[in-house]
C-alpha cells in the first residue's frame, strides 16, 4: 500500500487536533495549579508533612492508583513464560507450523 497525499493530509489533521487537546489540557493543568498554589513546572518535591490531612490521604490514594495502574500495564507488557517441554510437533520433521 503506497503513502498517499490523503493520507498525508489526514495525519496533518490528527496532529493538528492533537496539538489543540494537548494546549486544552495544559490550560487546564495551569489552573489546577493556580488553585492548589503550586508553582507552574514541576518545582521541588511535594512536602508530604506540609499538606492538611484530607489532601495527603488524595495525594497518597492517587499515588496508589498510580501504581496499581504501572503494575497492571507492566504485567500486561511482560512476555509470556515460555513452556518447559518443548512445542507439540517440535521433533517432527518436513512440518512447518503456523
Not at 26 to 47: F, H, T, V
Request: glycine share 6%.
Amino acid at each position: 500500500m503506497a503513502f498517499t497525499q490523503q493520507d498525508m493530509q489526514k495525519q496533518f489533521e490528527e496532529f493538528a487536533a492533537l496539538k489543540e487537546e494537548f494546549s486544552r489540557l495544559e490550560a487546564q493543568e495551569k489552573q489546577m495549579r493556580k488553585q492548589l498554589d503550586m508553582p507552574e513546572q514541576g518545582g521541588k518535591e511535594l512536602d508530604m508533612a506540609s499538606l492538611p490531612p484530607e489532601l495527603r490521604k488524595q495525594v497518597e490514594q492517587a499515588q496508589a492508583e498510580a501504581r496499581r495502574a504501572g503494575e497492571v500495564r507492566a504485567a500486561q507488557s511482560a512476555p509470556a513464560r515460555a513452556a518447559s517441554s518443548p512445542m507439540p510437533g517440535a521433533g517432527r520433521r518436513g512440518v512447518v507450523r503456523l
